[in-house]
């Protein structure tokens, strides 16, 4: 038994809270044995998890209660209430998730500290204070460290950087014939480019973007050859980066969240000597059609990266195409509009959807009416083919986990009731299918040893709109199934997530 057992409480069910808003609730503290306390302190913060190393940031404590002896059988219960951060919102995605916390610790010397952690989502309020109104530069919000080196330490830096770049220079000079062929073939595809279409000129007013706004370009150049293009088209991409390791042993990985191409002009005749000078107003993405907005908004962070990209291209036939390529900061809506934020931030945050309940994935939904189809060369990677043999029909109305689907659904949302009825579920394996939103590595330090470095697989229970969340061991081959895939298990359910509103199950199939 623990020394202490400590539960978070929040003033809404749901933990759902708008940046900038107050975040508040009850600290309960039940002591199980006489102890010495130095004291009991709430911090809260936000960090990410997934396959890159962690980052995080946000740092609030505060001190619920000083020095004192505890007593064996003492109950005590602390108020708490802190500001929400503006930013980053919860985000689950395929390589990085971004979540909040408040941790709760009794400060005990010389022995483990009892403590207890749970999430709460964050969803766009409140501006950020570093937006300013200006659109034509990327924010940085990572807190600055101040340094300050002295003149003595400046100089000796200096003079070390310059020392190790002639070191380079010198070790890596047989490479200078490959970096002269290279930016001399830069040059000349410049020169041939020049040689048709002249200077191009690009003008992109707005490096940050909201949800659903129009993306402002403006193209100008004179026509010196006469010549064919195949037409004139803007790529949208959104891309997880997250990083692992350090050094020789650093890892990357890349996730493609979205992609979308916009034809801006249909294949057409360039005259010598012509004027090309048009503005285009383009939707920017909100997602794909069945997956609902995004929530994939800019991540800079030291090993997790979310990063938006906009190339404009000139696809020219038999001759080097012409392109730009751009980042781009995705925001949410709500920070642009003045008074939209501030009607959102007196609005209950209960109308607001839940970006992982309501939103499987990160990736959005909207169809967008001036999408085109885009050239081969040019369009998004194709999802894994599903195995045609091996797919199960959905679960039909005599599955067995069907009864505690009623049972969940008939229940109320709030209070542990759904917790209790998956508690006495527990005990039976029920064969199921699930239909694939997403599989990912498992990295909880809670999870059963045998569970521990296997896969999670996230879906619904197929045939419902029941969400379940399945944890399957390392040696069991699913990493390969891709989303809308059916995947027949079985399972144990383990526990009621009320955070997501999805059933938490164990695979035991061949067990």
Known sequence: MSKCDISIKFDRPDRTYRGGETVSGEVHV???KDITSDGIHLTSFWKTHGYGNTDGGGDHSETLADKSQLTAGQTMTFPFSFVADRQ????HGHHINVDHYVKVAVDVPWAFDPKDEEEFILVPGERPPEMTGKRDEIIDFTPETPTQLGAGCKTVLYGFVAVMLLLLVVAFIWLLPIVLLVLGGIWVRKK????????VELKTPHLLVGAGEDWPVELKFTVKKTCQINGIEVKFRCRESATAGSGTNKTTRKHTVLEKVHSLESATQLTAGELFEKSYSVPFPQGSPGWGP???Y??????????WTAQVRIDIPVFPDWTNKQTVQFLPAEFFDDDGTRQAASEPVASTPDPVRSTPDPVVAAPDPVV???PSDFAAEPPPAAEPADVPEPTTASSPILPLIEQILAADRFGDERERIVESWSDRELDI?????RVSSTFSSDADEAYRNGWTVTGTVGGTEQAIEVLTPADRSVDGLGRGEQWPTRIVVSKWDSL????????VTGQ
């Open 30 to 32: 039940q002591v199980n």
């Open 88 to 91: 980053p919102m919860t985000y």
């Open 192 to 199: 041939m480019l020049a040689s048709r279409l002249g200077e």
């Open 294 to 296: 995004t929530r994939a």
């Open 298 to 307: 800019s991540l800079d962070e030291g090993s997790n990266d979310i990063v």
């Open 372 to 374: 085109a189809e885009a």
């Open 433 to 437: 299918t699930v239909e694939i939103d």
């Open 500 to 507: 997501y509103n999805r059933i938490s199950a164990l695979d």
